[in-house]
């Protein structure tokens, strides 16, 4: 399974991005699927999560109320949609796919990851 995100780019504070995750070589449809961002010298952290279904999702306290992650199993894709970006958002974006169909928060709950995508949000 090979995961791409997609997405990323450079935005003014307040300002709004769309990331796209989707998966090749095999789906990802019965699976949880989670975003992750990491910046240079901190560890990969959790921003949200969404179950196999959509039935569940899970935020960061950091992202939620701005961040919205939604997906479409028929076109095996998953988003997250950002919106009022801040400084502190900047980072690698990250998606993976989860062992379970649960909307996991724990990296060690995810297999399968992306290459990464960079959002820069400018103050």
């Known amino acids: 399974v090979q995961l791409q995100a997609s997405g990323g780019g450079l935005v003014q504070a307040g300002g709004s991005l769309r990331l796209s995750c989707s998966s090749s070589?095999?789906?990802?449809?019965?699976?949880?699927v989670g975003w992750f961002r990491q910046v240079p010298g901190k560890e990969r952290e959790f921003v949200s999560s969404?179950?196999?279904?959509?039935?569940?999702?899970s935020y960061a306290d950091s992202v939620r109320g701005r961040f919205t992650i939604s997906r479409d199993r028929v076109r095996n894709m998953v988003y997250l949609q950002m919106n009022s970006l801040k400084p502190e958002d900047t980072a690698v974006y990250y998606c993976?796919?989860?062992?379970?169909?649960?909307?996991?928060?724990?990296?060690?709950?995810?297999?399968?990851w992306g290459q990464g995508t960079l959002v820069t949000v400018s103050s």
């Open positions: 993976a796919s989860a062992r379970s169909s649960a909307a996991a928060v724990s990296p060690s709950s995810y297999v399968y």
């Open positions: 969404i179950s196999w279904n959509g039935g569940s999702t």
């Open positions: 070589g095999r789906t990802f449809s019965n699976n949880g």
